[in-house]
């Protein structure tokens, strides 16, 4: 079974073509379900970067901000295929959200959270003017 993940700007005829020829050449069995509609990345807005690269200084001096694509699931597509562009921040500065899982009993806050909360915060404040 493959379960993927079809890239923005690709479409799922090209994702099938290219399985296709994968089986072909394996021997393999295939048939295809088909799923949403994707959507094309949002255009990369310069109002964002400049507010994202502002920021991510403070709590990461000399890591260049660099766009990338989220690895879990969103419903920006939704939204993108409307003709609204939508972005998103994990604020944790590595690409996505940490979780903490306590060994044992409770434990106190993970200071990633708590930075990832202020790193939000500061680009919605730098964001909306204030």
């Given at each position: 079974?493959?379960?993927?993940?079809?890239v923005?700007?690709?479409?799922?005829?090209?994702?099938?073509?290219?399985?296709?020829?994968?089986?072909?050449?394996?021997?393999?069995?295939?048939?295809?379900?088909a799923?949403?509609?994707?959507?094309?990345?949002?255009a990369?807005?310069?109002d964002?970067?400049?507010?994202?690269?502002?920021?991510?200084?403070?709590?990461?001096p000399?890591?260049?901000?660099?766009?990338?694509?989220?690895?879990?699931?969103?419903?920006?597509?939704?939204?993108?295929n409307?003709?609204?562009?939508?972005?998103?921040?994990?604020?944790?500065?590595?690409?996505?959200?940490?979780?903490?899982?306590?060994?044992?009993?409770?434990?106190?806050?993970?200071?990633?959270?708590?930075?990832?909360?202020?790193v939000?915060?500061?680009?919605?404040?730098?964001?909306?003017?204030?």
């Open positions: 079974m493959v379960n993927g993940r079809i923005p700007g690709e479409t799922p005829e090209q994702v099938q073509k290219e399985l296709e020829a994968t089986f072909r050449r394996s021997q393999a069995h295939h048939h295809h379900r799923r949403d509609t994707g959507s094309d990345p949002s990369m807005n310069k964002l970067l400049a507010a994202i690269e502002k920021v991510c200084p403070k709590f990461w000399g890591v260049p901000a660099v766009p990338t694509m989220t690895a879990g699931a969103t419903d920006g597509r939704f939204l993108r409307i003709g609204i562009p939508t972005y998103g921040h994990s604020g944790d500065g590595v690409g996505h959200l940490r979780r903490s899982r306590p060994r044992q009993g409770r434990t106190g806050v993970d200071p990633g959270d708590v930075r990832g909360r202020a939000l915060y500061e680009l919605v404040k730098a964001l909306s003017g204030g």
